[in-house]
T-cell receptor
Framework: GENVEQHPSTLSVQEGDSAVIKCTYS??????FPWYKQELGKRPQLIID?????GEKKDQRIAVTLNKTAKHFSLHITETQPEDSAVYFC??????????FGKGTKLSVIP | GAGVSQTPSNKVTEKGKYVELRCDPI?????LYWYRQSLGQGPEFLIY????????DSGLPNDRFFAVRPEGSVSTLKIQRTERGDSAVYLC?????????????FGPGTRLTVT
């Protein structure tokens, strides 16, 4: 089955700086890679996703890149704000029905 | 419209007891998923329903776990003879369908504590 590794497990940045979270996957059949944000005690919420037919996708301050050859994908958050503080999970799967999640990155944005 | 809801929000039970966890998906979503999230970990896939049938139950850890979705809407996750290791947050998610690529919307979860 799919194995998704995520790094780092914790990340602290100053407000206004950029944050980068990296993930690798093992199953070459995986073609869908959503990222979820989970605030303490809350439900995971989709923030951005990418499909294997594109290499990059942006949505305002958030971007995701995908390298199919190397089987890795990354989340980039620019101009970080305190409200970006949360746990971020990468995930991957062959279609949306069976996602494998990484262990999460706890992002702290220091005002 | 209303999002995915789960009841109860918290459940404390004694080792060996039986528990049922309920999920109400978004109206019209045919795909429903159950995940288990342990502290400090990402959600772990348990089972996926497309309509009334369990299309993939490969994530259920053992035969103490069972889930149903008799009318293709509400789903119940059932755990028999609970063990302390079953303590976790059980998340439910739904999507328009399970084929292709569709966003999964998560519920708030049920925190199960087995004492």
């Amino acid at each position: 089955g799919e194995n998704v590794e995520q790094h780092p497990s914790t990340l602290s940045v100053q407000e206004g700086d950029s944050a980068v979270i990296k993930c690798t996957y093992s199953d070459s059949a995986s073609n869908y890679f959503p990222w979820y944000k989970q605030e303490l005690g809350k439900r995971p919420q989709l923030i951005i996703d990418i499909r294997s037919n594109v290499g990059e996708k942006k949505d305002q301050r958030i971007a995701v890149t995908l390298n199919k050859t190397a089987k890795h994908f990354s989340l980039h958050i620019t101009e970080t704000q305190p409200e970006d503080s949360a746990v971020y999970f990468c995930s991957g799967g062959a279609g949306s029905y069976q996602l494998t999640f990484g262990k999460g990155t706890k992002l702290s944005v220091i005002p | 419209g209303a999002g995915v809801s789960q009841t109860p929000s918290n459940k404390v039970t004694e080792k060996g007891k039986y528990v049922e966890l309920r999920c109400d998906p978004i109206s019209g979503h045919t795909a429903l998923y159950w995940y288990r999230q342990s502290l400090g970990q990402g959600p772990e896939f348990l089972i996926y329903f497309q309509g009334t049938g369990a299309a993939d139950d490969s994530g259920l850890p053992n035969d103490r776990f069972f889930a149903v979705r008799p009318e293709g809407s509400v789903s119940t996750l059932k755990i028999q003879r609970t063990e302390r290791g079953d303590s976790a947050v059980y998340l439910c998610a739904s999507s328009k369908t399970g084929t292709g690529v569709h966003e999964q919307y998560f519920g708030p979860g049920t925190r199960l504590t087995v004492t």
